[in-house]
């Protein structure tokens, strides 16, 4: 079993003091929505203290990594590099930290989009990366904290109508996957 001491470690040295926060908070709300729905708790605790383990790095770095991996990249991908911290973390969970659990490994995959379907750690992993404490900014956070523990799909739809209502407000581009995901859940 992966020594999450050590994780713990190896993330406040790569990410900053901020990035690093939240990833705390990740780990330890995904363990409670792991107790609340009968997950596995070192999973969810594992998944969330590697979900952003890419995002500080440049965007120039992140393709460099997929492509390394040969992920498909694609177009929209490319005008925003940023979303392929998920892609490219799922790969150093792999490669850098020797997770070997796919479930894991999909979770950090996820993340940022969700998928139609998600497994019950990835949408533990999804919902309380949107949850975790130090959050303050979106929209709807008191409620979507409380329906986290009632109903954790109402939730996942919820936090992706929300994202998609922001990004189009901000102008975003948005990725078929995360309008493929809300579709899912609002059925
Ligand atoms: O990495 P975090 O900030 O902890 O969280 P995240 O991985 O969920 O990324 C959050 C950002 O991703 C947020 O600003 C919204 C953005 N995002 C989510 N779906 C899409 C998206 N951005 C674009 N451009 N398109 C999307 O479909
Ligand atoms: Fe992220
Ligand atoms: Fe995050």
Not at 90 to 103: F, G, I, Q
Not at 110 to 118: F, L, V
Not at 141 to 158: C, S
């Amino acid at each position: 079993m992966i020594d999450l001491r050590k994780i713990r470690k190896a993330m406040e040295k790569t990410l900053d003091s901020k990035r690093y926060e939240h990833t705390l908070g990740v780990e330890f709300t995904a363990a409670a929505l792991a107790m609340r729905y009968g997950a596995s708790i070192q999973k969810a605790q594992l998944a969330g203290l590697l979900h952003d383990c890419a995002k500080c790095m440049s965007g120039d770095k992140m393709i460099a990594v997929c492509e390394k991996y040969h992920v498909d990249i694609s177009d929209m991908e490319r005008r925003n590099p940023s979303l392929l911290h998920a892609k490219a973390g799922s790969y150093l969970a792999k490669e850098e930290y020797d997770v070997d659990d796919r479930d894991v490994i999909c979770a950090i995959w996820n993340h940022t989009t969700g998928r139609p379907g998600m497994s019950l750690l990835e949408k533990i992993v999804f919902v309380a990366d949107y949850i975790e404490p130090g959050r303050n900014r979106a929209e709807n956070l008191a409620q979507i904290r409380t329906l986290a523990f009632k109903d954790l799909d109402a939730a996942v739809r919820q936090i992706l109508e929300d994202t998609l209502h922001y990004l189009e407000t901000k102008g975003g581009e948005i990725d078929p996957m995360t309008r493929e995901t809300l579709e899912y859940y609002s059925k």
